[in-house]
């Protein structure tokens, strides 16, 4: 769905690529096959292999680099980002990669998630004497690095990386190697992949395609890999605990043409779909889906009921993201703005309106009314993932029970609230079977605390204390 008038962001999506006499143009390409993961800030840093350069600014990644700024980075490394804004945590300073450099040389990280002990860590580090220059957690991680008593400077990030909790999938790249990372639960999705004789890692394999990379891999929980002119080595910083991949990326943040471990994304919103259409079924003329996360999900709902699926809501895709304010009145005047009903599809039919998830309710309330107006006679809501009840604290902006409808209403209040004929949400197992991941650990290695309200780590007493996230 439109995630910015809906409330549910990813945070971040990072790119790297090591031994490329293109790198920097490489990655801008990557990047903007990641822009769905962050539109208000994007950076490249590149490596020629004596000194670090780079580049960053707010907005989308073409008005970021739109002036000849890319041909100015040379290099035959690079990481890039693209960046989600959480309230309050905008600025430049914030955008990354983030760069920094001593008397032994630059460093520059890219970082996906959040740390929940990132309030902590940084009373420990200022107390110590340290002094940020960003509200984002992802700083954290090199002052760690720099305190670190080790004389190589991969046991000093394999060293600062066991300090970390929460959600993290980090691109660290110095003048002469690159390191990869991914937290022991693997909560975010991060792939690496071969181009020629380079080394590609990207957030999602949707970035593989664009530059015309093959896929050899997903990096695994608690993994370190260090990229050079030697080539790639791989080591262990913590043993995989808890595999815990976050379910929203099947239901609804990555591509449909990505994969994740061996999955598609696309098979698998169909296959909720699916189940869905199982487990609520109804009488009707016509399936929609809300453009364009639930699309996939729709599909598979129409095919298992036998009941058309139709193009009943169309995406503006001219419309900018300026109007988008944090006010009710102009949240709701967006979702008109992004979506129009196929009044020739709706009229005087019986729609099942599909979507992924619901959060606030307000813009499903919306879309319901939409759907009525253009003649619709009865609109039936289903939604391909269990109710969101609890905050996530690993990069998603949902941070307060507050906002949640879910953690506050009944399914057939929210029913009443967004004016549908009927409400179904697909249950928790059924979305575990529908995404069909292959694994021995609980609810099939997907973190599933958004629904439940249990979290795959610790949650500390700060974690909700203002701090950026990515």
């Known amino acids: 769905m439109l995630a910015e008038l809906k409330g549910l962001n990813e945070e971040c999506g990072v790119f790297g690529i090591w031994g490329h006499k293109d790198a920097p143009q490489i990655t801008y390409y990557g990047l903007h096959s990641l822009q769905h993961r962050g539109q208000e800030g994007a950076g490249i840093v590149v490596t020629d292999g004596e000194k670090l350069k780079g580049y960053k600014?707010?907005?989308?990644?073409?008005?970021?680099?739109?002036?000849?700024?890319?041909?100015?980075?040379?290099?035959?490394?690079?990481?890039g980002h693209v960046r989600?804004?959480?309230?309050?945590?905008?600025?430049?300073?914030?955008?990354?990669?983030?760069?920094?450099?001593?008397?032994?040389?630059?460093?520059?990280?890219?970082?996906?998630?959040?740390?929940?002990?990132?309030?902590?860590?940084?009373h420990q580090l200022e107390s110590q004497g340290s002094i940020f220059q960003s509200t984002s957690d992802t700083e954290v991680l090199a002052h760690l690095i720099k305190r670190s008593g080790f004389p190589l400077l991969k046991d000093r990030v394999k060293n600062a990386l066991t300090m970390l909790k929460g959600a993290y999938a980090f691109l660290i790249i110095t003048e002469t190697e690159m390191m990869v990372a991914l937290d022991p639960n693997g909560l975010r999705p991060?792939?690496?992949?071969?181009?020629?004789?380079?080394?590609?890692?990207?957030?999602?394999?949707?970035a593989f395609d664009v530059v015309g990379a093959t896929y050899v891999r997903d990096i695994e929980p608690g993994e370190l890999l260090v990229i050079d002119n030697g080539g790639l080595h791989s080591e262990r910083f913590a043993m995989?605990?808890?595999?815990?991949?976050?379910?929203?990326?099947?239901?609804?943040?990555?591509?449909?043409?990505?994969?994740?471990?061996?999955?598609?994304?696309h098979k698998s919103r169909k296959?909720?779909?699916?189940?869905?259409?199982?487990?609520?079924?109804?009488?009707?003329?016509?399936?929609?889906?809300?453009?364009?996360s639930s699309i996939s999900a729709a599909i598979g709902y129409a095919e298992e009921s036998g009941i058309p699926y139709e193009l009943g809501l169309i995406k503006n895709r001219y419309v900018g993201r300026t109007f988008i304010q944090p006010s009710q009145?102009?949240?709701?005047?967006?979702?008109?703005?992004?979506?129009?009903?196929?009044?020739?599809?709706?009229?005087?039919?019986?729609?099942?309106?599909?979507?992924?998830?619901?959060?606030?309710?307000?813009?499903?309330?919306?879309?319901?009314?939409?759907?009525r107006d253009a003649g619709a006679t009865e609109v039936h809501v289903r939604i391909s993932s269990p109710p969101i009840k609890h905050p996530c604290f690993y990069g998603i902006d949902t941070s307060t029970h507050e906002e949640l409808i879910a953690s506050n209403k009944s399914v057939e209040e929210i029913k009443d609230i967004i004016g549908a004929d009927s409400i179904g949400f697909l249950s928790l197992e059924?979305?575990?079977?529908?995404?069909?991941?292959?694994?021995?650990?609980?609810?099939?290695?997907?973190?599933?605390?958004?629904?439940?309200?249990?979290?795959?780590?610790?949650?500390?007493p700060d974690t909700l204390l203002p701090h950026e996230k990515c």
Do not use: W
């Open 329 to 371: 009145s102009l949240r709701e005047q967006g979702v008109k703005m992004k979506l129009s009903p196929v009044r020739g599809v709706v009229e005087g039919k019986r729609v099942v309106m599909v979507d992924d998830s619901i959060v606030r309710g307000t813009t499903s309330k919306r879309i319901v009314q939409m759907l």
């Open 84 to 122: 989600y804004a959480t309230a309050g945590g905008g600025g430049i300073e914030n955008v990354q990669p983030l760069m920094f450099r001593s008397q032994t040389g630059g460093l520059a990280i890219a970082h996906n998630g959040n740390l929940v002990n990132a309030n902590a860590l940084k």
């Open 430 to 460: 059924g979305m575990v079977s529908g995404i069909g991941r292959k694994s021995t650990g609980e609810h099939c290695g997907q973190c599933v605390a958004c629904f439940t309200g249990k979290y795959p780590t610790e949650i500390y």
């Open 190 to 206: 991060l792939a690496l992949g071969r181009m020629g004789d380079a080394y590609v890692v990207a957030s999602e394999t949707c």
């Open 271 to 292: 296959n909720l779909g699916k189940q869905l259409a199982r487990e609520f079924p109804i009488d009707a003329d016509v399936i929609t889906g809300v453009p364009d």
């Open 240 to 265: 995989s605990m808890n595999p815990a991949m976050c379910s929203m990326e099947y239901i609804y943040f990555s591509r449909p043409d990505s994969s994740i471990n061996g999955i598609n994304i």
């Open 57 to 79: 600014g707010e907005g989308l990644i073409v008005d970021v680099f739109n002036n000849g700024q890319l041909s100015d980075l040379k290099g035959m490394a690079a990481i």
